[in-house]
């Protein structure tokens, strides 16, 4: 069986569950993870699937189908520029959540124009993933970024 192939059998076994979009997006997530290969590289693929990447992908279909997010299924979650290794002990990062990063990035940015030399510092409690202080940190490099949890 081909990539293209097997893409298009685990693409049309998601829609029983998932809208197409969600379905699409979710089985290019999941095939690139597996093959290593970009949306490009794959879509039409003559190229035999490995057995170990055909074994991988029927476990992951199952799980899917059994509605477990993907997110969690791949241990990974983008946020804000950034990919994230996630479980089911933290929460999967939501899009409001980048806004928020956004809003406190541009916040400090205009307040470090008026504040010269003044540090500043932010606190997370309840950090979870780490994906708000990472990515804080990770676009105001010389703000003291400290998140905590249990």
Known sequence: MSIAEAYKIFFNELKSIYDEREADNIADWVFENVT???????????????????????????????????????????????KFFVNET?????????????????????????ILLEEIKILEIGTGSGCIAISIKNELQNTAVTSVDI
């Not at 933290?90 to 124009?113: H, N």
Request: net charge positive; no cysteine.
């Open 36 to 82: 290593q290969l970009k949306r490009w590289e794959r879509r039409n693929n003559s190229k035999d699937i490995m057995p170990e990447q055909k074994l991988k992908l029927n476990d992951y279909l199952k799980t899917l189908l059994l509605h477990k997010p993907v997110q969690y299924i791949l241990n990974e979650a983008w946020f804000y520029k950034l």
């Open 90 to 114: 933290v929460l999967i990062p939501r899009p409001e959540t980048e806004e928020l990063v956004k809003w406190i990035v541009s916040d400090v940015q205009s307040a470090k124009d008026e």
